[in-house]
């Protein structure tokens, strides 16, 4: 399946950005889908995930009530909501689709990955 991210951009502390990542390819609806995002010089860290079916998600301590992420099976795409942003959000937040198709957190079981989309929070 082919990834394409989108919906970065600046935004000051305390605002709103909705992220998209639009699937192509293969059956969108088998995969567990997840976001991601890395800063330079760190690793990548799990940021969220759903299930095929949108049914159980799974969230960062650092992002709890303030993310939420959805799916369109229609659409072939999943969204990340953030807001009340801080600006140690800022990161290249990437989308990640999983043929296991239940939540996981785990970088290894996500096989295909989007291009990366910066989001970036001003104090």
């Known amino acids: 399946v082919q990834l394409q991210a989108s919906g970065g951009g600046l935004v000051q502390a305390g605002g709103s950005l909705r992220l998209s990542c639009a699937a192509s390819?293969?059956?969108?609806?088998?995969?567990?889908m997840g976001w991601f995002r890395q800063v330079p010089g760190k690793e990548r860290e799990f940021v969220a995930a759903?299930?095929?079916?949108?049914?159980?998600?799974r969230y960062a301590d650092s992002v709890k009530g303030r993310f939420t992420i959805s799916r369109d099976n229609a659409k072939n795409t999943v969204y990340l909501q953030m807001n009340s942003l801080k600006p140690e959000d800022t990161a290249v937040y990437y989308c990640?689709?999983?043929?296991?198709?239940?939540?996981?957190?785990?970088?290894?079981?996500?096989?295909?990955w989007g291009q990366g989309t910066q989001v970036t929070v001003s104090s």
């Open positions: 990640a689709a999983s043929i296991l198709g239940i939540v996981t957190t785990i970088k290894t079981d996500f096989g295909s």
């Open positions: 390819g293969r059956t969108f609806s088998n995969y567990g």
């Open positions: 759903i299930s095929w079916n949108g049914g159980s998600t």
